[in-house]
C-alpha cells in the first residue's frame, strides 16, 4: 500500500469512496470538517477536542469514555440499554428519577 505524507501544509482535501484504514493524525486542524458515511470503528482518540461538536445517527456500541469532559453536554433522543456512568446503569438512574419526581 502507498502512502501520502502532507507535513505543514494548508490544503482543503476533498476524500470520498477511500480506504484510509491504519491511518494517523497528529496535529491536525478539522475545524469545520465534515463527516458522512465515516466508518471509524476500533479508532483510537486521545487528546482530542471536540468542542462544539455535533453527533447524529452515531454508533457508539461497545465505546469507552474515560477521562472525558461532558461539561454542559446536551443527549437526547437516544438508545441508552446498557450506557454505565462510573458503573450504574443510565435507565436504571432515569427511572429513579422518574419514580422521585412523580412521588
Known amino acids: 500500500m ?3 505524507v ?3 501544509c494548508h490544503h482543503l482535501l476533498e476524500v470520498e469512496d477511500t480506504n484510509l484504514a491504519g491511518s494517523s493524525f497528529e496535529d491536525v486542524g ?3 470538517a465534515s463527516f458522512n458515511l465515516v466508518s471509524m ?3 483510537a482518540f486521545t487528546k482530542v477536542s471536540m468542542a462544539d461538536a455535533s453527533f447524529k445517527g452515531i454508533r457508539f456500541d ?5 477521562n472525558v469532559n461532558f461539561v454542559n453536554t446536551d443527549i437526547r433522543a437516544s438508545n441508552y440499554e446498557g450506557l454505565r456512568i462510573e458503573g450504574i446503569l443510565v435507565t436504571d438512574l432515569l427511572a429513579a428519577y422518574g ?3 412523580a412521588a
Open 2 to 4: 502507498s502512502a501520502i
Open 6 to 8: 502532507l507535513k505543514r
Open 30 to 32: 478539522l475545524v469545520g
Open 41 to 43: 470503528e476500533k479508532a
Open 62 to 66: 461497545n465505546a469507552r469514555f474515560e
Open 99 to 101: 419514580a422521585r419526581a
